[in-house]
């Protein structure tokens, strides 16, 4: 599986942008896809996750209420809507997949990068004040 990111760019304070994550190569019917971020000097953290098939979906504190996960499964593409954005939320945006099919009372494990196999290229989102 290939994944592949756009969207990212500069945006002020208050705007919107959408990533995309592309998927390509061997794709599977069950399993998950995230969006983790990255700031500068930070870790990487957990943004969002959506099953491929059903309608569970599961976003940090952080993001809930401004971000939104969503796929085309004919496109095999998820998105990240992304409103009401601040600086915090300037980082590099990844998308990953997951062979693992956490029903939502386990979402929560989704949190943790080792439960993703594979990871695309991040772009980057800069939100100024």
């Known amino acids: 599986v290939q994944l592949q990111a756009s969207g990212g760019g500069l945006v002020q304070a208050g705007g919107s942008l959408r990533l995309s994550c592309a998927a390509s190569?061997?794709?599977?019917?069950?399993?998950?896809v995230a969006w983790f971020r990255q700031a500068p000097g930070q870790e990487r953290e957990f943004v969002a996750v959506l099953r491929w098939y059903g309608v569970s979906a599961f976003h940090a504190d952080s993001v809930r209420g401004r971000f939104t996960i969503s796929r085309d499964n004919a496109k095999n593409t998820v998105y990240l809507q992304m409103d009401s954005l601040k600086p915090e939320d300037t980082a590099v945006y990844y998308c990953a997949a997951s062979r693992r099919a956490y029903n939502s009372g386990s979402f929560h494990l989704y949190k943790r990068e080792s439960e993703f196999d594979y990871w695309g290229p991040g772009t980057l989102v800069t939100v100024s004040s």
């Open positions: 190569g061997s794709t599977f019917s069950s399993g998950a």
